[in-house]
């Protein structure tokens, strides 16, 4: 394990003014995200979409890096579109969730068999990083001790795995905005999965320099009948954080769960405004970067510019909102 090339990529992700874009999107997400715009889920179409987005003018000004899929690392195209910009390839490594036995309602993530093969393989075809992300639910009932072991002890796992074969991993647990729980209840259930995932992550002694975060920010359920403000969601996130993640983690790259592009920008600019952190704290948006791209391009090769346009927007705007500049009256400039 070279320490010190770990530490340099996962600093480079997290550089100022940057951030990561989540195009990793399973077969069952992206056939739900094109079904919303009327789009034939195929090979074709999945690649003529991802590569727009990717050969957008301008994107490496904001992008860091892109978590690509399988199928997306595999045409070669992606990845050579993206290094020449200077923006660094990563891979999805988990192989998607199951029931967990015994525990209803909750969720356990695939993917450690073979691992140690699949990761030498991603590293031959250009990754630099990794990812793998579990999910929590909230409930009366849920997550369960068990719940929050099993997948911790998966993450760890895929993290320490990662490091040995040179690629710095981003350990994703995400404490799902599904339910009517309040901020209170999700920032109680995010501390505590967070003291779970790092315990198992320091005791499989994973290099903290050499990897990122990936959290869900500290937020009411979407069917909650409390609604926190903006600010709220900003203090209670960070605060969670600085309660449980090691300072010598580089830094924390956000995910949007579910959250409008909107909301996801006004969050994140409202935590950068809350003053210096022991970590840079960025984003790794998914929908949030893309939904205005894929509904401006809908399939279209006649859309692809305004598509891209509106790539370009988001991203900058994502960026400005890293960096605590973001306003939501910026949505109206083009």
Request: hydrophobic share 40%.
């Amino acid at each position: 394990m070279d320490i010190k090339s770990l530490s340099t990529v996962a600093k480079s992700l997290v550089a100022p003014e940057k951030g990561i874009m989540a195009a990793d999107e399973s077969m069952g997400t992206i056939q739900k995200r094109f079904d919303s715009v009327g789009i034939e889920n195929s090979e074709e179409n999945r690649k003529s979409y991802r590569q727009m987005l990717f050969a957008t003018a301008e994107i490496e000004k904001y992008l860091s890096g892109v978590i690509l899929f399988d199928e997306t690392i595999r045409d070669g195209a992606s990845s050579k579109i993206l290094q020449e910009k200077g923006i660094i390839p990563g891979i999805k490594v988990d192989t998607g969730k199951r029931d967990l036995a015994d525990f209803p309602g909750e969720t356990i993530t695939e993917g450690l068999d073979g691992l140690t093969k699949r990761l030498e393989e991603y590293a031959s075809l250009g990754a630099k990083f990794t990812k793998w992300r579990a999910a929590y639910k909230i409930s009366s009932t849920t997550p369960s001790r068990w719940g929050m072991k099993a997948n911790a002890h998966a993450l760890a796992r895929f993290a320490k795995d990662s490091q040995e074969a040179g690629l710095v991993p981003i350990v994703e647990p995400e404490v799902l905005m599904d339910g009517d729980h309040t901020i209170e209840k999700c920032e109680e259930v995010t501390t505590s999965v967070l003291k779970v995932v790092f315990s198992e992550i320091l005791e499989a002694k994973v290099n903290l320099d050499g990897m990122l975060l990936k959290p869900n920010m500290v937020i009411h359920g979407e069917a909650s009948a409390q609604k926190a403000t903006p600010q709220e969601v900003a203090q209670a996130s960070v605060r969670t954080l600085n309660k449980v993640v090691p300072a010598q983690i580089p830094g924390i790259v956000f995910l949007s769960g579910g959250q409008s592009s909107q909301e996801a920008c006004l969050h994140l600019s409202l935590m950068n405004q809350l003053g210096q952190q022991p970590w840079q704290l960025s984003f790794s948006y998914g929908r949030a970067l893309q939904a205005p791209a894929l509904k401006a391009w809908s399939g279209k090769t006649e859309n692809v510019e305004s598509a891209q346009k509106e790539f370009l927007k988001r991203c900058r705007l994502t960026s400005l909102a890293r960096q605590g500049k973001y306003s939501p009256e910026m949505e109206d400039d083009n």
